[in-house]
């Protein structure tokens, strides 16, 4: 034998009995995680879970599989899934692997399932049937990144998908400043009485690149008991990109107070921390607190901006009986104070300024501080430069703002209920793909 030969040939061999199954994989999905492929375009939300026949029947089993439902619960292993289409009014659909429904006569179930790949769909009715079937007639590219990797995830129990119209569904008036996680995946694990959660997000579908390390740490500063909510950020521009591409919103800015692209550039690039705080008494449930670090450079620019829009909110029928300039306030230089403004409404109710601070002594850059509701008695915190690393931090107390009225309302209950939550969305400033990490510390039972 040819012993110069008989490296390489065995080589090439390992290499094909490694390589070939894994391109048979790429070439003929498995069909399971084909069928999900085939929904996944059609689909707003969906959840899997793992299936046990020690947990109670699921609500939408019954509904769905009627008096077959028990049984097929007890024998049935593996992950289901429940998704809403295009359609919202359709209601929810189940997915199972096709097999589970074996032995079960079509005609004696509510609705026959659709087969999409190797999972049978069974929808609420007969329309939402055909509605489903019709949509997945039409033909559609393949899954790539950030889509091949929530399939990954959705084929294992405990996971959530969710695409724009979803995101609009759930967060309702609040989605345009969701604008980064447009779609996205996260994986589910539950520890007592917390949920933690990891995943990625988008800021529009069908985008190839991958997301940024993660590299979330649960804060060590407890939530303050008076706030709702708390997100702070390198750039508000993460938090605004979605509200300023809207032509009815950056049309009377310009028109109404005299904003700028110009100054609407300098205010997307400052890093900031936003606050809710509960009022416990007055007009208003709860002050909305904004606090910015402008660079040193950008102050005369930022006094300007402030002072053109005087004149625009006493239009609207706003009092300032405070002077425009206040002694106390930190100084631009030896003859120049920072302009600060409270303004009252008719009946006398403060209901928003600004003011510049110093967070810790005169040392410190000033920092400028807006607010709807009552002036804030105390700085929020410590707004640190724009980091090449970006992070998106909101904490938040999901129960108190839901009781107030103040959370969407089509969010589920798990999360209404909710104690508190937190979620990080890290990212490069001018990444499409943010890295999500999180945890919902639930509610203990009454």
Request: with cysteine; net charge positive; hydrophobic share 45%.
């Amino acid at each position: 034998m040819n012993r110069r030969l008989a490296l390489p040939n065995t080589a090439a061999l390992t290499a094909a009995l490694l390589l070939l199954p894994a391109a048979a994989l790429v070439i003929w999905p498995r069909p399971q995680a084909q069928g999900l492929a085939k929904l996944l375009p059609q689909i707003q939300l969906l959840q899997s879970f793992g299936a046990s026949g020690a947990r109670p029947l699921p609500v939408l089993w019954r509904e769905r599989l009627g008096a077959a439902a028990p049984s097929l619960w007890q024998r049935q292993q593996g992950t289901w899934w429940q998704f809403w289409g295009a359609h919202g009014a359709a209601g929810a659909y189940l997915a199972l692997p096709a097999p589970s429904l074996s032995g079960v006569p079509a005609a004696s179930l509510p609705v026959p399932p659709l087969v999409v790949g190797n999972l049978a769909v069974l929808a609420a009715d007969p329309l939402a049937r055909q509605a489903l079937a019709e949509r997945l007639a039409a033909v559609v590219r393949p899954q790539r990144g950030l889509e091949q990797r929530c399939l990954e995830q959705l084929r294992r129990p405990q996971a959530v998908y969710w695409s724009g119209a979803g995101l609009g569904s759930l967060a309702g008036p609040v989605a345009p400043l969701l604008q980064r996680l447009q779609q996205g995946c996260l994986s589910l694990q539950l520890r007592g009485l917390s949920l933690d959660f990891s995943g990625e997000a988008a800021a529009a579908s069908g985008v190839l690149a991958q997301p940024a390390p993660a590299r979330w740490q649960p804060s060590t500063r407890p939530l303050p008991q008076d706030v709702l909510l708390e997100l702070q950020g390198p750039s508000l521009e993460v938090l605004l990109q979605g509200l300023l591409a809207r032509q009815l919103v950056r049309e009377p800015l310009a028109a109404r107070y005299g904003i700028s692209d110009a100054q609407l550039a300098l205010l997307r690039r400052l890093p900031f921390v936003l606050r809710l705080r509960e009022l416990a008494g007055g007009t208003f449930q709860a002050g909305l607190e904004l606090e910015l670090a402008p660079a040193a450079r950008d102050r005369q620019a930022w006094a300007r901006l402030l002072a053109g829009l005087r004149a625009p909110l006493q239009q609207q029928g706003l009092q300032e009986p405070l002077p425009a300039l206040q002694g106390l306030t930190p100084r631009l230089s030896a003859t120049g104070a920072l302009p600060s403004a409270r303004f009252r409404d008719e009946a006398g109710g403060e209901v928003g300024g600004w003011r510049w601070v110093l967070p810790g002594g005169r040392s410190q850059e000033p920092r400028l501080l807006l607010y709807l509701g009552p002036q804030p008695q105390s700085l929020l915190g410590v707004v640190g430069p724009a980091q090449t690393y970006a992070e998106l931090r909101l904490r938040a107390r999901p129960a108190s703002l839901n009781r107030m009225g103040l959370w969407p309302q089509e969010f589920p209950q798990l999360i209404k209920d909710a104690d508190q939550l937190e979620l990080v969305a890290g990212a490069g400033a001018t990444a499409p793909i943010s890295q999500l990490s999180g945890r919902l510390e639930l509610s203990r039972p009454r």
